[in-house]
């Protein structure tokens, strides 16, 4: 079978189970036994349990599931609820404060959980009503949430971040480190387009009346509750930057110190520990799953030697480089309307990181790009996570389409920041480059 056969039938039927709604996880699993049948017969499925156990025995995947508890378990301890009231006694005489408030917080849960869902929730049980009840423009309060909450990938620790390096057999860690600044620039630029927004239009978020902003010993007493965020964050991500301790160590720290947290505002009960079990469980299931079927399908069409066609066929061509990242960065776009991170990483990162490296791109430079366009995703109908996150949370009076109309402004930000991100690789590779020297 040539290989483009092999691009058709692969991805035209990719194509056709995602509209038909078939599981992603079987489908791309059932079409890489498939291909592998049609191409090398019953004696070639050896390869895809092989690339499965392979893939089983990678000690880094161990991280995903003790991150995944450390966002869930901070979500359940209800240190975001005193995080945003410290924030709403700061920032209540500003225009947009508790937008503003929102953002820092998702960019701290962030620097803590790992996972977008977290901070989507929380902010979405938090902080909606709380701007909704004070006239808040439903657009903005609805985008603050929408956008920020996706940090969680970009800023480490991070889930995707984990899966990429270890598809890519990249250091977890430099990735890491390459997250930070671009999380945040990303942020800066959320927090000065609410400030700006809300100086020139006032209606859409009014400051916050004289007797709720709280006396300076209130504010002082608030700030109590910064303590055990700022512990956490500098363990994990400590603890990886200085070399002290794998980004699966780090992990564990991470996910016995959100534990520690719900110990001390006095959620850990038998509940918490019920629904932290469970859902972490659920959600590692499900990344696990895709990995499985993703790794088979990306095995069997890497294997037919798509990677060194397309190398030749590029070479051959005289593509202006650049206009190669480009397309390959278009495809992201379009594949994250449709498909979850695990996914996109898992069948793209095979064949873009070898492409990238021949074109003499730094790889940890293409990995943020990677992942801030993944994050852009969780923003893009029809199936952006963020979405289906806060609608699952929201009042009954956020509909679907105030959610829809509220992203616009925010992916064309998030957009900015990775052209930033490309004609400023620094912003990206200052501090991998500084951690390793």
């Known amino acids: 079978m040539s290989i483009e056969m092999l691009t058709l039938f692969m991805f035209g039927t990719v194509t056709i189970a995602l509209?038909?709604?078939?599981?992603?996880?079987?489908?791309?699993?059932?079409?890489?036994?498939?291909?592998?049948?049609?191409?090398?017969?019953?004696?070639?499925?050896?390869?895809?349990?092989?690339?499965?156990?392979?893939?089983m025995w990678a000690i880094t995947y161990v991280a995903i599931p003790l991150f995944v508890i450390m966002g869930i378990a901070l979500e359940r301890s209800g240190l975001a609820e005193d995080l945003y009231r410290t924030l709403y006694l700061w920032s209540g005489a500003l225009r947009g404060g508790l937008a503003i408030a929102t953002v820092t917080i998702s960019a701290i849960f962030a620097a803590m959980a790992g996972v977008a869902?977290?901070?989507?929730?929380?902010?979405?049980?938090?902080?909606?009503?709380?701007?909704?009840?004070?006239?808040?423009?439903?657009?903005?309060?609805?985008?603050?949430?929408?956008?920020?909450?996706?940090?969680?990938?970009?800023?480490?620790?991070?889930?995707?971040?984990?899966?990429?390096?270890?598809?890519?057999?990249?250091?977890?860690?430099?990735?890491?480190?390459?997250?930070?600044?671009?999380?945040?620039?990303?942020?800066?630029?959320?927090?000065?387009?609410?400030?700006?927004?809300?100086?020139?239009?006032?209606?859409?978020?009014?400051?916050?009346?004289?007797?709720?902003?709280?006396?300076?010993?209130d504010k002082l007493i608030s700030l109590k509750s910064v303590i055990l965020p700022a512990l956490l964050i500098t363990a994990v991500l400590g603890s990886i930057f200085a070399g002290i301790a794998s980004p699966t160590e780090a992990a564990a720290v991470g996910a016995l110190g959100a534990i520690l947290c719900a110990v001390i505002y006095r959620r850990f009960n038998w509940q918490f520990v019920k629904e932290v079990s469970y859902r972490s469980a659920s959600f590692t299931a499900m990344i696990m799953w895709i990995t499985f079927g993703a790794v088979a399908f990306s095995a069997v069409y890497s294997g037919a030697g798509v990677t060194a066609f397309l190398l030749k066929t590029l070479g051959e061509a005289q593509i202006n480089r650049w206009l190669i990242l480009v397309a390959m960065e278009l495809i992201l776009l379009f594949l994250g309307c449709f498909l979850e991170p695990a996914s996109m990483i898992l069948i793209c990162a095979p064949i873009f990181f070898p492409i990238v490296k021949a074109l003499q791109f730094d790889p940890v430079w293409f990995a943020i790009l990677f992942v801030m366009l993944i994050m852009v995703g969780y923003l893009t109908p029809p199936f952006g996570y963020s979405i289906f996150y806060l609608k699952s949370v929201a009042p009954p009076s956020v509909s679907m389409t105030d959610i829809y109309r509220s992203v616009t402004p925010w992916i064309i930000m998030m957009l900015l920041a990775i052209v930033l991100v490309m004609l400023f690789p620094q912003i990206a590779l200052w501090l991998p480059n500084l951690t390793k020297g």
């Not at 387009?193 to 004289?210: E, T």
């Open 117 to 217: 869902a977290a901070a989507v929730v929380s902010m979405g049980l938090i902080g909606l009503p709380a701007m909704l009840k004070r006239k808040y423009d439903k657009n903005l309060a609805i985008g603050s949430i929408l956008a920020s909450g996706p940090l969680g990938i970009l800023i480490p620790p991070s889930v995707p971040m984990v899966i990429l390096g270890t598809t890519t057999s990249m250091s977890i860690g430099r990735i890491f480190a390459g997250g930070v600044v671009p999380g945040i620039l990303i942020t800066a630029i959320f927090i000065a387009y609410v400030g700006f927004r809300c100086l020139f239009q006032h209606h859409l978020a009014p400051a916050l009346p004289q007797e709720e902003r709280g006396t300076l010993r």
């Open 19 to 55: 509209v038909l709604g078939l599981p992603l996880a079987f489908a791309l699993g059932g079409i890489a036994v498939a291909a592998t049948l049609m191409m090398g017969g019953p004696d070639a499925l050896v390869g895809i349990i092989f690339n499965t156990f392979g893939t």
